[in-house]
């Protein structure tokens, strides 16, 4: 079955600073989206990014589909940034199936 | 819109019973999956609804296990007997049309004694 990766799989920061989190995925993929968990465990949907760039504040991604990968930006770090990030890619011709990569463990130090 | 709702939103229980977990999806979604989050296996995908109907249920871990969508505002997912290894926090996720935005419940954290 189709492989999810994310790196690194654990990130600590200090606060202001930016970071760049992977995902690789090993077959095509109808889109592919980007989740927050905070640290009292809420998912929350950040982009949905099947191709290109998307900016939300101080968060943008970047998908490209060709070569397989997307990018998270996170620029100026804040400790609410804290948590872990999920990548999760919609398998192509799958009825709507979605695959969850392990997620990156970020932690924000003030 | 009040987004997915799931209930109990804390379930403690004793080995051996019927644990019930509810979710209403967001209206007008038409796909719901569900989910089990552990620290040992992260989030794993149980079984998903498309128009109510179970496309993929691969991810129940067993025959304990089971899952029911009656309608389009509402799914259960069942396990009996419950064992102290089934708990875990279940999240219940909805989508609408194929490449949509996934929305996450708050979870039912699950406590088998």
């Known amino acids: 079955g189709i492989q999810v990766e994310q790196s690194p799989p654990d990130l600590i920061l200090q606060e202001g600073a930016n970071s760049t989190l992977r995902c690789n995925f090993s077959?095509?993929?109808?889109?592919l989206q980007w989740f927050h968990q905070n640290p009292w465990g809420q998912l929350i949907n950040l982009f949905y990014?099947?191709?290109g760039t998307k900016q939300n504040g101080r968060l943008s991604a970047t998908t490209v589909a060709t070569e397989r990968y997307s990018l998270l930006y996170i620029s100026s770090s804040q400790t609410t940034d804290s948590g872990v990030y999920f990548c999760?890619?919609?398998?192509?011709?799958?009825?709507?199936?979605?695959?969850f990569g392990k997620g990156t463990r970020l932690h924000i130090l003030p | 819109d009040a987004g997915v709702i799931q209930s109990p939103r804390h379930e403690v229980t004793e080995m051996g019973q019927e644990v019930t977990l509810r979710c209403k999806p967001i209206?007008?979604?038409?796909?719901l999956f569900w989910y089990r989050q552990t620290m040992m296996r992260g989030l794993e995908l149980l079984i998903y609804?498309?128009?109510?109907?179970?496309?993929?249920d691969s991810g129940m871990p067993e025959d304990r296990f089971s899952a029911k969508m009656p309608n389009a505002s509402f799914s259960t997912l069942k396990i009996q007997p419950s064992e102290p290894r089934d708990s875990a926090v279940y999240f219940c996720?909805?989508?609408?049309?194929?490449?949509?935005?996934?929305?996450f419940g708050p979870g039912t954290r699950l406590t088998v004694l």
């Open positions: 609804f498309n128009n109510n109907v179970p496309i993929d």
């Open positions: 996720a909805s989508k609408g049309l194929a490449g949509a935005r996934q929305f």
């Open positions: 990014i099947p191709s």
């Open positions: 077959d095509s993929v109808n889109n």
């Open positions: 209206s007008g979604h038409n796909s």
């Open positions: 999760a890619v919609e398998l192509r011709n799958r009825d709507d199936k979605i695959i």
